[in-house]
């Protein structure tokens, strides 16, 4: 335990230096970002699409499967790497893309970056980011992916692609699931529409109590010039989309298949295809040049009563059939999380929530917090499974 606590202290910035350090686990730093954010800001990040039965859903399906581990088996070191994309990570778990992850930390994006790059995995940068493609790059020396929407249109697309292969994104992630906002209640009873895409004050008054309860928050928020426009979405006059103008160009970010050719055409790296979860999808995405694909759901964020991701797991890795990379995300809070889905095909899996949560306790040093905490959850597991390697996991360690 005190080996966890100082390596988590030894990476944290000034201001939270204590903070992170206390949480044994993903739950703990979701509470700390409770404490800490307003509550428009936390729902957001915690919450789902309708009645969160797919978000609820996703970590039940961790729940109920078990494991069958070999028991009286010496496991003196564990190697927890694995190859992503023809690249070596020091874990199996990426940090899936965010968006306005200004919002939950200042330099959100940044701070994630930083953190994931000195865990030795990757970043994905979201198209609804506060800061730029090229300060991401400047500001962390680690392997960036950058997941493109068609938010803004095509043009804007281009533009952002053009960028992210200038600054040295090794691969595009196109998310499939999105053709529109999914229905998060919590966000529209918060008042989300009216505190981010109202110009007018009057109503975002019965709103405002959320900001000022939380005033470390409010103090940050408000000295760093608040929410920063997109950066990575140029207008048709060349300058970033203010965040409030996104509703009126929200129709716009429908990605369909046929997109796939012409993104292909100008990116030469390798694509992901994230949202996928059926057998079909995966094989289109694979047609249509994918090296990898995400079985996901968005975290319960968009289509709610489609099944668990884990769920559908295997049946994206039997129609793939090695033929492509295969990465799932939605509920990983825990290493045991990470190893039952790679039992059942994963290569690695991407969190979301579990760093978000970390953000918001603490900026950077909440999220190698939370790196810390799946990174040693993972090395137990293993040894308490008996098995050496995440490379050596295979559908027998499971029920
Ligand atoms: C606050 C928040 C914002 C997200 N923004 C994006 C995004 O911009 N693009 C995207 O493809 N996925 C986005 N996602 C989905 C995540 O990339 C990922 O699929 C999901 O969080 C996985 O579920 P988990 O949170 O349970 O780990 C977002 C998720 C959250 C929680």
């Known amino acids: 335990m005190s080996k966890i606590i100082t390596s988590a202290t030894n990476i944290t910035g000034k201001r939270h230096r204590t903070l992170p350090a206390r949480a044994i686990a993903i739950e703990d730093l979701r509470l700390m970002a409770r404490r800490r954010l307003p509550k428009v800001v936390f729902d957001y990040v915690d919450g789902g699409a309708d009645a969160e039965v797919t978000l609820n859903a996703n970590r039940a399906a961790f729940d109920t499967l078990t494991f069958r581990p070999r028991h009286a088996v010496a496991v003196p070191q564990c190697n927890l790497q694995t190859r992503v994309l023809g690249r070596d990570l020091a874990l199996p778990v990426l940090l899936a893309p965010v968006a306005y992850s200004g919002l ?62 200038n600054a040295g994104f090794s691969a595009l992630v196109v998310t499939i699931d999105s053709p529109t906002n999914g229905n998060r209640e919590r966000d529209l009873r918060n008042g989300v529409l009216e505190l981010v895409f109202q110009d007018r004050l009057l109503p975002k008054i019965p709103f405002l109590w959320q900001l000022l309860a939380r005033p ?58 994230k949202g996928v979860l059926t057998g079909d999808d995966a094989r289109r995405a694979i047609y249509e040049g994918a090296g990898a694909v995400v079985v996901s759901n968005h975290g319960g964020r968009q289509l709610d009563g489609v099944q668990a991701s884990l769920r559908a797991l ?29 039992c059942l095909g994963a290569r690695a899996v991407l969190c979301g929530r579990a760093y978000a949560y970390g953000l918001g306790a603490a900026g950077e ?22 098995c050496e390697s995440t490379a050596m996991l295979d559908r027998s360690y499971v029920d």
């Open 104 to 165: 939950i930390h200042t330099g959100g994006e940044l701070a994630a970056a930083q953190a994931a790059s000195k865990a030795g995995t990757v970043y994905i940068l979201s198209t609804l980011s506060g800061q730029r493609i090229e300060e991401i790059r400047a500001g962390c020396a680690g392997s960036l992916w950058y997941q493109v929407s068609l938010l803004g249109g095509r043009e804007a697309a281009e533009a952002a692609i053009e960028r992210a292969k």
């Open 365 to 386: 040093a909440g999220v190698a917090r939370a790196l810390a905490i799946l990174r040693s959850d993972l090395d137990r597991t293993l040894r308490l499974l008996g």
């Open 216 to 273: 470390t928050w409010l103090a940050d928020f408000w000295r760093n010039g608040g929410m920063p426009p997109l950066q990575n979405v140029l207008s048709p006059g060349g300058g970033p989309t203010p965040i409030n103008k996104i509703g009126s160009i929200l129709t716009y970010q429908v990605t369909v298949w046929e997109d796939l050719r012409w993104i292909r055409a100008c990116w030469n790296g390798p694509i992901v295809v």
């Open 314 to 342: 295997p049946e994206v890795v039997a129609a793939v059939n090695g033929e492509a990379e295969v990465m799932m995300d939605g509920g990983v809070r825990r290493g045991t999380d990470v190893i039952k889905a790679i």
